[in-house]
């Protein structure tokens, strides 16, 4: 069974970074583009940042552009979301997605249980 | 950038009652490129359906897809008491944003 597990998140101050993780497991982490999605308390779901299989293309969400970095280590089965300069409007749960198809924009078929950013001083 | 409005916001239903959530466009969407999701409490979500009508792997047949361009509907065909949950409507035309709609919750009646 595919498996994803974030970790990473916790409270920091505004302005402050934080570096989250996603552990992928059971299925050949290389061959798939990867997504970032978040869900701040109570809300809905917002698209972060994807980023293709060989780290070729990346896209970001207008809001976190120049403050948040993707990327990913095919060889430890592994994908990062660097946040840097982050706001109160960041406090989320931040949730990693296998992306299904061909397109880094198709549908996230599997996804990880979420980890908790919250930005408050 | 493609606005998405789903409809209704809340619906009360009652199992074995027939489920029809709609999600509108501001724009049409390429190639039916739809897709719904369903999220539980305290849960991550799960795809339901994409390409508009197909079902994703282990997605039971009372749920379907239908529609095109604009207008797109998840029907569920006879509400099993797990299916009382929140529904996402996500387009994912060929260049991003990646969109999601706000929601409806389906509750029981």
């Known amino acids: 069974e595919v498996q994803l597990v974030e970790s990473g998140g916790g409270l920091v101050k505004p302005g402050g970074s934080l570096r989250l993780s996603c552990a992928a497991s059971?299925?050949?982490?290389?061959?798939?583009?990867m997504s970032w999605v978040r869900q701040a308390p109570g809300k809905g779901l917002e698209w972060v940042s994807s980023?293709?299989?060989?780290?070729?293309?990346?896209y970001y969400t207008d809001s976190v552009k120049g403050r948040f970095t993707i990327s990913r280590d095919n060889a430890k089965n592994s994908l990062f979301l660097q946040m840097d300069s982050l706001r109160a409007e960041d406090t989320a749960v931040y949730f990693c997605?296998?992306?299904?198809?061909?397109?880094?924009?198709?549908?996230?078929?599997?996804w990880g249980q979420g980890t908790l950013v919250t930005v408050s001083s | 950038e493609i606005v998405l409005t789903q409809s209704p916001g809340t619906l009360s239903l009652s199992p074995g009652e027939r489920a029809a959530l709609s999600c509108r466009a501001s724009?049409?969407?390429?190639?039916?490129?739809l897709a719904w999701y369903q999220q539980k409490p305290g849960q991550a979500p799960r795809l339901l359906i994409y390409?508009?009508?197909s079902r994703a792997a282990g997605v039971p047949d009372r749920f379907s897809g239908g529609g095109s361009g604009t207008d797109f509907t998840l029907t569920i065909s006879r509400l099993e008491p797990e299916d009382f949950a929140l529904y996402y409507c996500?387009?994912?035309?060929?260049?991003?944003?990646?969109?999601f709609g706000p929601g409806t919750k389906l509750e029981i009646k």
């Open positions: 996500q387009q994912y035309g060929g260049s991003p944003p990646i969109t």
């Open positions: 724009q049409a969407v390429s190639s039916s490129y």
């Open positions: 390409g508009a009508s």
């Open positions: 059971e299925f050949t982490f290389s061959g798939y583009s």
């Open positions: 980023i293709s299989s060989s780290s070729s293309y990346i």
């Open positions: 997605a296998r992306v299904q198809g061909y397109t880094l924009t198709s549908p996230m078929d599997y």
